[in-house]
């Protein structure tokens, strides 16, 4: 390995990549926009403690805390709210969002990898038809190998020729416009329960959390649509009516960012360019939780990167980490993805019948607390499990089309991840991405009015 790499933004992938690549002797550079002190945000987040163990990254042991069990509250004032039970050993690392990144910048400055901060890309360097480098504010960095790790606005991957078939942009329902704030918290109101996530809550697609704290309240809104601030006020002020605690000075935060929420990119190489992480939408799409599968796809990257040892980095060389993220990860990610489009289609009708029904259950809430639960409890549930939750809302005919379309939908995409072509061709590569991405234009506009054969049922 004697080439040399630029990981371009201090991503979470990034970083990870940078550590496990200088750790193995690399020459390692990365290239971020903010100072040192200044990267990620003002704000705690929640990484799976696991994600650490399976990145190869060492646990931050002082933040690892026991999971805050999450209330699902449909809000309609009539539907009970139903709670998870965190199992025994339901432990997870919350740390603050700039903590975070220091620690992994700590541990990639320990083991040899250069930075370079305040700096801005704005461009790929292109040369034919190789990434060679990028263009910033300083100037140009020319490199063997670019990882792209500039998140979900990406300036490389957007600016990527149309032929090396790297999607560039997003649709719509693909980015959840997301406010995070923290707010005083009202002394002496009533115990209640400390995280309360609200779905569906006024009436469009979206979801809220409140989360109740010893000193302060946590509160995220998240639209699909344009977010304004007439859902801050309006939002915040409905909360307030059932969570008295919920305080009126703001504390900390306040800024709306976009979080990727779909499946993973379907092209995630290119001669002498990786995109990793938000950048390559490597989120859990119905949390728009990336931190855990960024950290995991950069050792996959960084073993790919040591693996090529004549340091081509090219496409092909390169595409053992596109097909062992897809084994590792992203075949989960794009199965859950499909949770993410059924959400799309709801209403709060919808929600509150299913629960009702018991068709949305504690089962399936216990099962949203560990990384994999809910996957794995769908696709082992039997032929007869879904059969009997049909016939429980059968004469509901269109939320029962919507609900039906999910196993048919897995079903589809299950062979789809299974062909992902174990060699590269660019023909084959290319053959492949574009059934994948047909594949979920095509559901985004499945709906209730499509006719789904009653024998199915
Ligand atoms: C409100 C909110 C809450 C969230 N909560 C969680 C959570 O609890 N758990 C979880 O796992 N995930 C959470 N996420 C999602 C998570 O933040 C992302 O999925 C995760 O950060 C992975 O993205 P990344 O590291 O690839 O990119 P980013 O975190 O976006 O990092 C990109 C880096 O590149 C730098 N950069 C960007 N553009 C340029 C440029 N032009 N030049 C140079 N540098 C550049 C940025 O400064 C930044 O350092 C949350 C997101 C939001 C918005």
């Not at 969002?97 to 901060?117: E, H, P, S, T």
Request: hydrophobic share 40%; glycine share 8%.
């Amino acid at each position: 390995m004697n080439g040399k790499i630029l990981i371009a933004g201090g991503g979470h992938g990034g970083l990870a990549a940078a550590y496990h690549l200088a750790k193995n002797g690399a020459d390692v550079t990365v290239l971020e926009a903010n100072s040192r002190f200044n990267m990620g945000w003002n704000q705690p987040d929640s990484v799976n403690l696991n994600c650490f163990e399976l990145a190869d990254i060492p646990v931050p042991l002082s933040y690892v805390v026991k999971r805050t069990p999450i209330t699902l509250c449909v809000g309609d004032g009539v539907t009970p709210n139903i709670s998870q039970v965190v199992p025994e050993d339901g432990y997870t690392v919350m740390i603050e969002r700039k903590v975070l990144c220091q620690y992994l910048v700590q541990l990639a400055m320990d083991a040899g990898a250069n930075f370079i901060f305040n700096t801005k890309i704005e461009q790929p360097i292109i040369l034919g038809g190789r990434v060679c480098g990028v263009q910033t504010d300083k100037g140009a960095f020319y490199a063997d190998m670019v990882i792209d790790s500039c998140g979900i606005n990406s300036p490389l991957r957007r600016a990527l020729p149309a032929k090396l078939h790297i999607e560039r942009t997003l649709e719509g329902y693909d980015v959840l416009h997301t406010y995070r704030a923290f707010y005083s918290k009202n002394p002496d109101c009533p115990p209640t329960e400390p995280y309360k996530v609200y779905v569906f809550e006024d009436g469009t697609v979206g979801m809220q959390w409140l989360i109740t704290n010893e000193e302060d309240t946590d509160v995220l809104i998240a639209r699909f649509r344009e977010y304004t601030d007439a859902d801050t006020v309006i939002t915040i002020e409905k909360m307030k009516h059932e969570n008295p605690q919920l305080g009126d000075t703001l504390l900390r935060g306040g800024h709306v960012v976009d979080i990727p929420v779909r499946q993973p990119l379907s092209v995630l190489v290119a001669d002498g360019y990786a995109a990793i992480g938000d950048s390559a939408f490597m989120t859990y799409s119905v949390k728009g939780s990336g931190v855990g599968y960024a950290m995991q796809a950069g050792k996959i990257l960084a073993k790919t990167i040591m693996e090529d040892t004549e340091s081509f980095y090219t496409a092909n060389t390169l595409w053992s980490y596109q097909v062992n993220f897809f084994k590792e990860i992203g075949k989960n990610a794009s199965i859950i993805a499909l949770g993410k489009v059924f959400m799309t289609k709801l209403t709060t009708q919808d929600v509150a019948f299913l629960l009702k029904e018991d068709i949305i259950n504690q089962k399936m809430m216990d099962a949203t607390a560990t990384e994999n639960g809910l996957v794995e409890l769908i696709t082992q549930a039997g032929v007869s499990v879904i059969k009997d939750k049909m016939m429980r809302f059968f004469d509901n005919k269109e939320l029962r089309n919507k609900v039906l379309n999910v196993p048919i939908w897995i079903a589809k995409l299950l062979p789809i991840l299974s062909s992902l072509p174990e060699k590269y061709d660019r023909d084959e590569v290319k053959k492949w991405a574009d059934k994948y991405d047909n594949f979920y234009d095509s559901i985004r506009s499945d709906n209730a009015e499509n006719v789904i054969d009653e024998e199915l049922i």
